[in-house]
């Protein structure tokens, strides 16, 4: 990969970003002309200006960071576990972080926001365990035995959370309908608990890109380079999981971006960890930005989840990913 190729992909992203953020900010059930908004930023409309920074500033912010998340959560397993099937919500975390945030606010009520990202990275981390024992052959982890136990886990655990809301009380599971997969009401309470765990781990993701390079490459190879194995994979997944199950406290299981925005960042920009990091984390929050901008305006005043919109998108491809791989194990 040429620099110069690495360096205006992400720049380029960056701006579509910036313009599709304006357009957020515009658009919804009562749509803000961008000169009502400069008016609005101006303080010559409270209304509007009310409208924009305490619900949809918030909104995007949201989007674009759960977005970010996810994706590189999706990244990093995939190159952890060599597996293209793998993702945040394809084995188990997304669902385990679900269950867990749930179990955590059904027992404590009123339970500081900062417990509940720590509540879902716990949850995150036995099912991705459950599903990573289930699937293992001996030294092996079969990527489309990986997908599949990772699929019926994660039903468990959804079916297990629905019950769990059915009888919570109706507060609690209105409350709690954001873990569905939807950015819809996120405030800046949703914000602050994420954005901490960006900050750290998104960062982190980064500085780990040779070791998931090397971690690609298989466990004979990074060993044979000097790389302590075991301690690297579980650091590194450490920090996907945490990716993950922070997103999953603040805007619900986003389905199939943690797959699809890894996938289109190695078509676009190669397998080089360095390069490709960046890019997933632009693509991933401009599908889910994209998504819940989509869900605004396709059928007003009703809004369609953003991780709706991502699973009709991403689930085609996840089943031409599923056949391709179940037909090089025949081979």
Not at 104 to 120: E, F, K, R, T
Not at 258 to 282: C, F, S, V
């Amino acid at each position: 990969m040429t620099w110069p190729r690495a360096l205006w992909l992400p720049l380029g992203l960056s701006a579509v970003l910036a313009v599709l953020a304006f357009l957020a900010l515009c658009l919804g059930a009562v749509p803000t002309p961008p000169a009502k908004l400069w008016a609005a930023w101006q303080g010559h409309d409270d209304l509007t200006r009310q409208l924009v920074t305490q619900l949809r500033v918030p909104r995007v912010l949201v989007a674009l960071l759960g977005g970010a998340m996810f994706a590189v959560s999706g990244t990093i397993m995939q190159a952890v576990v060599r597996n293209p099937l793998a993702s945040p919500d394809l084995v188990g975390v997304g669902a385990g972080a679900g269950l867990a945030v749930t179990v955590l606010l059904l027992a404590v009520p009123n339970a500081p926001a900062w417990s509940v990202p720590w509540g879902a990275f716990l949850g995150a981390w036995l099912a991705f365990l459950l599903v990573s024992v289930l699937a293992r052959d001996g030294s092996r982890l079969p990527p489309v035995r990986l997908a599949l136990l990772g699929v019926a886990v994660t039903a468990s655990l959804g079916a297990v959370q629905q019950l769990l809301l059915v009888r919570a009380p109706d507060g609690l599971g209105a409350a709690l309908g954001f873990l569905s997969g939807t950015v819809y009401a996120a405030d800046y309470e949703r914000l602050a608990r994420l954005w901490p765990w960006a900050a750290l781990l998104l960062p982190a993701a980064f500085v780990a890109a040779r070791t998931l390079d090397l971690l690609a490459l298989g466990e004979d190879a990074a060993t044979s380079l000097g790389l302590r194995v075991p301690l690297a994979r579980a650091l590194t997944l450490s920090v996907a999981v945490g990716l993950a199950a922070a997103a999953v406290s603040a805007c619900g299981i986003l389905g199939f971006v943690g797959l699809l925005a890894p996938h289109l960042a190695r078509l676009l920009i190669g397998a080089e960890h360095r390069h490709q990091l960046l890019l997933t984390a632009l693509l991933g929050a401009l599908l889910v930005l994209v998504a819940d901008t989509l869900g605004r305006i396709l059928l007003p005043p009703l809004e369609v989840p953003a991780g709706l919109i991502t699973t009709l998108l991403g689930a085609p491809y996840f089943l031409f990913l599923l056949r391709r791989s179940a037909a090089r194990t025949t081979a």
